[in-house]
């Protein structure tokens, strides 16, 4: 997070509604770039966030790819749902039992202009059923993208990378298409605004 002030940026979260304490937690957020994670995971550090990871991540990257392997994240083969399932089960299992929280980018991919992407939902569904006593907390991500809106070099300079936490949505009594279309609304509602 400290390169920001290098790059004259800035990074600050904003939350719209409390967070339960000691239940586990879901994190749904939009992607724009690798500083989501980061981002995240300094943010939310007091939940210790595990996030669903794509498998390519999980070798070559420095330091990324030794946390995601060791550090209680999954990886999962978006091609591969018979490898993908266990795994996604495993965390919420793990949330459940710990209290703690997962994160999950239900756009599978990087946003390289800001505008959303199409919400996959069975992801989030897998989560929602193995950790039924877990609250899904929607999360808009703005302006990380423009730090690598050349891709890789040179980074942008001089944006203000905004973290909004929205209202917790609690699973248990929540139909899972209604929770799903209340989550979406929130995030993407929130990248709209941010971008007039």
């Not at 790819?65 to 795994?87: C, F, T």
């Not at 946003?111 to 929602?128: D, V, W």
């Not at 936490?165 to 279309?181: A, Q, S, T, V």
Request: proline content about 7%.
């Amino acid at each position: 997070m400290g390169i920001l002030a290098v790059l004259v940026s800035t990074a600050k979260i904003e939350y719209k509604g409390d967070l339960p304490e000691g239940k586990p937690l879901i994190f749904v957020s939009n992607h724009q770039s690798m500083y989501d994670i980061i981002g995240m995971t300094w943010f939310l550090r007091k939940y210790h966030p595990k996030f669903v990871s794509k498998i390519e991540l999980g070798k070559g990257i420095p330091s990324i790819s030794y946390n995601l392997n060791h550090g209680g994240s999954v990886l999962i083969d978006r091609k591969d749902p018979k490898q993908a399932l266990p795994e996604l089960k495993k965390l919420a299992e793990y949330i459940q039992k710990t209290n703690r929280s997962a994160v999950i980018y239900p756009e599978g991919t990087r946003s390289h202009n800001g505008e959303p992407g199409t919400f996959a939902s069975s992801g989030l569904k897998m989560l929602c059923k193995y950790a039924p006593d877990a609250w899904v907390v929607p999360v808009t991500i703005n302006n990380s993208w423009k730090v690598f809106r050349y891709r890789i070099f040179p980074f942008g300079i001089g944006n203000c990378l905004k973290f909004t936490i929205h209202p917790p949505i609690e699973i248990k009594g929540c139909d899972y298409k209604l929770l799903f279309e209340k989550m979406e609304k929130a995030i993407v509602g929130d990248i709209l605004r941010g971008k007039e």
